[in-house]
DNA sequence: CCCTTGACTTAGA
DNA sequence: GTCTAAGCCAAGG
């Protein structure tokens, strides 16, 4: 398995109208720590029919520089996402993946 | 192998 | 809120 492949899981495994961070992207993806190379496997996303819209900075931020940010921001509230003082409401929409790779299974929810 | 780059994240002032 | 510093990891030259 090559790295990107288990980041584009991550991702892809992000539903519509749910967003999340790199770093959550990145852990979910069994790669803690690498929020930073999720960027990186993102960029290519678009031609893989990856929906990298769907990750975010911290926060909700939107990081993509340019007219890919507004792009970005663009499609994600055509899916329903809001957007609120330049940041996606992710306590409303940012998504929680399945526990993966947890110890103390802390990730699972209980109601 | 060494150094630099990058759509990151957290902590401090 | 804005800026800086440090930590983090993988790809590319």
Known sequence: ?????????????????????????????????????????????????????????????????GRAGLLQRRLLQEEGVRFIGGRADIAKHGHRFKQSARSDGSGRSVG
């Not at 992207?25 to 990856?50: E, K, P, T």
């Open 1 to 65: 398995m090559g790295f990107f492949e288990d980041i584009r899981k991550a991702v892809c495994r992000i539903p519509m109208g749910k967003v999340a961070t790199y770093g959550d992207v990145a852990r979910a993806a069994g790669h803690a720590g690498a929020a930073r190379q999720v960027s990186w496997a993102l960029r290519n996303a678009d031609a893989l029919g990856i929906p990298w819209q769907r990750v975010l900075g911290s926060g909700g931020r939107i990081l993509l520089p």
